[in-house]
């Protein structure tokens, strides 16, 4: 099958190894991405800065790490038999058993070998007259008509800006880069810093087997039970059997998640005994679609705050001693705009005698030293500390590669007041520059597995429409990019989450701009958006030939 480009042609890129497509990173979406395109005949190389593929569950081997949209819905839908012949055991599967199923689709479809492991890309060059993408990986260099960042949305952890915090001279972790070692905190003391949906997870297991355990609480967090449980045979072939309907349905759904409801009342239309059933109803069955239960939760104040004050009851009734569960419920917040944490026994977890919630808001941590941690009040002597701090997210990894074109356009620079893109695809200015799960697409506000097939597919088909045409290049214009981003905006205002002081806005990273990232709108109606974009001719893009 004949290339994009015949780079044969070309003497410069003659000199460097050449490529149809670099596609950076491999976890769920560089997999995809790479199956995609190898399908349609195309000579891809991915690079990947881990020693594996798999991505945040290559990274974040903490303990209780696991995922929050269920099992059978977060997994790939592109081959009727993967979904078949894997078998998911726990209704939320543990980050070993996800890691197991990546590593075995990149062995399934024979993906290793167009694989770089190790290799961090570090810059990415346009010529412009030439066409060609030049990628610099730690000391390779290579050429191609194509760059896909698949660089993940969550994947530049974040540590905290805490005067030493490099300091410490005992056992150091961040959830995010959490290394592939045995370790075991038995009779330790363990300081964790961080209770978003990772400190969590992470805490209540480490609390099995520390002596003594000191959470580090700057903002409480909303969590709620997941109702994790294992599998049973007949629920998995059930679902088996039904799994075109429900992929199909996950698709067009405004989460990505076929099983979740499609509210149709207002919280404040019910009366306060049926949003207490309804809300109960919820809880019970665990999951982040409680922010679901009525239509104006993420919309509406006042709905708001019927949903966090039942959230908040239950904080309360699940610590036994009401300093430390007032100190661990979320006040002046509205539920959900910070990401809904899902638990296994986190609340309960501070009822153990040899678990200290310390809250930093009133004695704030002065420092980390070589032996533990200082606040305003003392000094935490530990042996093991855990940054469970987040990471800068969306934006992050895409930054840390220098991106640049031969007309003098830097994408740090671009985004300097903030992530401006079409459709979360392309951002204009920046030829044959694909994202996966940008911002501005759905992303993180999604069951990100399908928002990453969406996305890889409408790349795959876009590359072929090209090849098909004979157009070397694509972009972005100006105005559509200007239009969607206003759109973006537009939605996101009309709702409550840009009141939150979240990661979705930037707000953990000092410096970072306060944008709001994801597109709101939904999965179902931004996939509506993007395939009338494309069989408009891809109408906001223009072609290059030559
Ligand atoms: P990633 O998995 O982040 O992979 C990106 C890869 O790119 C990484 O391996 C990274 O090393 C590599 N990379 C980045 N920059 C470079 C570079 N310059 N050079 C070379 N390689 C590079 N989403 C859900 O929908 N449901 C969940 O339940 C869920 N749980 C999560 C739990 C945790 C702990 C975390 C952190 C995130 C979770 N997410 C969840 C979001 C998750 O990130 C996505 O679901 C999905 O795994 C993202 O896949 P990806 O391939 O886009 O990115
Ligand atoms: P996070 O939600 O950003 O939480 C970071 C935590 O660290 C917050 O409690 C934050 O406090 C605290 N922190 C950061 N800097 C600090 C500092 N300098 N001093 C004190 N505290 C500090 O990060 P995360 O928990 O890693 O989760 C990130 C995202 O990954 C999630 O929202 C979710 O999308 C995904 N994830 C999903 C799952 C899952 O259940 N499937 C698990 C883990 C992660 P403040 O709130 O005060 O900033």
């Known amino acids: 099958m004949s290339t994009i480009r015949d780079l044969s042609q070309d003497a410069e890129a003659e000199s460097h190894q050449s490529f149809d497509v670099v596609i950076v990173g491999a976890g769920f979406a560089g997999l995809y991405m790479l199956y995609r395109l190898r399908e349609l005949g195309l000579r891809v190389q991915v690079f990947e800065a881990g020693g594996n593929v798999g991505g945040t569950w290559f990274w974040n081997r903490y303990p209780g790490a696991r995922c929050d949209v269920e099992s059978m819905e977060y997994s790939y839908s592109f081959s009727e038999e993967l979904q078949q012949e894997w078998n998911w055991t726990e209704r939320y599967a543990t980050q070993p058993e996800i890691l197991s199923y990546i590593n075995h689709v990149a062995d399934r479809f024979d993906l290793r070998r167009h694989i770089k492991f190790n290799t961090r890309v570090q810059s990415a060059f346009f010529d412009e007259t030439k066409s060609l993408w030049s990628i610099q990986a730690d000391g390779t260099s290579m050429k191609a008509s194509f760059c896909v960042m698949a660089t993940g949305c969550l994947s530049a952890a974040k540590a905290p800006e805490i005067e030493g915090h490099d300091r410490f001279d005992g056992e150091t972790y961040h959830t995010g880069l959490w290394p592939d070692t045995e370790f075991n905190f038995t009779g330790k003391k363990v300081g964790v810093i961080g209770t978003g949906s990772s400190g969590v997870q992470l805490i209540p297991e480490v609390a099995q087997q520390s002596k003594e355990l000191y959470v580090f609480q700057r903002t409480p967090t909303f969590s709620l039970p997941a109702g994790n449980r294992p599998l049973n045979s007949a629920e998995v072939s059930d679902i088996k059997r039904s799994y075109t309907d429900l992929r199909k349905r996950a ?43 009525y239509n104006d939760i993420m919309l509406n104040a006042q709905a708001n705050q019927t949903a966090a004050d039942f959230a908040r009851q239950k904080i309360k009734a699940r610590v036994r001693d009401p300093e430390v569960a007032e100190a661990l419920t979320p006040k002046d917040v509205m539920i959900g705009t910070k990401r809904l944490c899902l638990d296994t026994e986190y609340f309960e977890t501070y009822n153990k005698p040899h678990v200290k919630l310390i809250d930093i808001k009133n ?113 972005a214009t100006s105005s559509a990019e200007d239009d969607w981003v206003h759109h973006v905006n537009e939605l996101s205002n009309g709702t409550l989450f840009p009141l939150g002081n979240s990661w979705y806005l930037g707000a953990n990273v000092p410096g970072k701009p306060r944008v709001f990232m994801p597109y709101v709108g939904g999965v179902g109606r931004y996939r509506e958006i993007c395939t009338d974009v494309a069989s408009n001719d891809y109408k906001g893009f223009e072609f290059k030939n030559t």
């Not at 919280?267 to 109960?280: C, K, T, V």
């Open 251 to 293: 698709r067009i759904s405004p989460t990505g998640v076929a099983s979740y409801p499609v509210p149709t009342q207002s919280a404040l239309e019910a009366s306060p005994d049926e949003r207490e059933i309804a809300y109960d109803v919820r809880w019970r069955i665990g999951g982040t679609a409680y922010t679901r239960t």
């Open 363 to 475: 004695t704030p941590i002065t420092e980390i030293t070589s032996k533990g941690i200082r606040t305003s009040q003392t000094e935490y002597i530990l042996d093991v500390l855990i940054f469970a701090t987040g990471f800068d997210a969306m934006t992050g990894s895409i930054l840390k590669v220098d991106i640049r074109t031969s007309s003098g356009l830097s994408l740090a620079k671009k985004w300097k007041e903030g992530p401006k893109t079409y459709l979360g695809l392309m951002t204009a200015g920046f030829p044959n520059l694909f994202m996966i799960t940008g911002p501005g697409s759905p992303s993180v506000l999604s069951n990100m597995v399908v928002s990453i097939e969406q996305h890889v597919e409408w790349i795959s088909d876009c590359m072929a429409s090209m090849r098909l045409n004979g157009r070397l290049q694509i972009q």
